[in-house]
């Protein structure tokens, strides 16, 4: 194996696929509903949905009476949350929930976590990549070797013939000119 091949197969983290990665993770981050969710995860063996606790931007508040919405919306505002892009969605009757984002720095700590683990399952995947690289190239080099022992004991097993065929030969020369001999004579 050449160094150029050695550098070059394998897989080399790159700054801008984990950006990537960690942007796609903030925009799902942002687009969950903090709290339960009936639908959270999935169960692998049947695909059915199993409930659970997500971990999102924003958070449902209900308001039971209309006459409630800005004492609740001014509390939420004095507690760090701002208000979501839904803002006041109608429920039953005349209650309504009024969606918030959760205070930045709850925002923030949640972010730093799922970056980490971004960060963590990328280079796990690449080491995975890269093992499984290293791993195939041992295997091709196995069985190249083999393939090489294979070649050359065909080679010497050929050469053992012709050698033992020599041999023979020398010690029955003499016999078989004479057995010729008599069978050009007939």
Do not use: C
């Not at 696929?17 to 960690?22: G, I």
């Amino acid at each position: 194996m050449t160094a150029t091949t050695q550098t070059t197969v394998l897989r080399k983290a790159s700054k801008a696929e984990l950006e990537a990665l960690k942007e796609a993770a903030r925009e799902k981050f942002y687009s969950t509903q903090h709290g339960h969710d009936a639908f959270a995860f999935t169960d692998p063996k049947t695909g059915r949905a199993i409930a659970g606790h997500v971990d999102g931007a924003y958070v449902p508040v209900l308001v039971v009476y209309p006459t409630e919405i800005l004492k609740v919306y001014k509390e939420k505002l004095a507690e760090g949350f701002t208000l979501h892009e839904l803002e006041i969605v109608p429920f039953q009757g005349q209650s309504m929930y009024i969606y918030f984002y959760r205070p930045q720095a709850e925002l923030d700590a949640n972010l730093e976590k799922i970056y980490q683990r971004v960060a963590q399952d990328y280079n796990a995947e690449i080491e995975a990549e890269n093992n499984a690289i290293v791993e195939r190239e041992v295997q091709l080099l196995l069985a190249n070797a083999a393939r090489l022992k294979e070649e050359q004991a065909a080679k010497d097993a050929e050469a053992e013939a012709d050698r033992v065929r020599k041999e023979v030969e020398q010690a029955l020369g003499v016999a078989r000119k004479a057995v010729r001999a008599q069978l050009g004579a007939n």
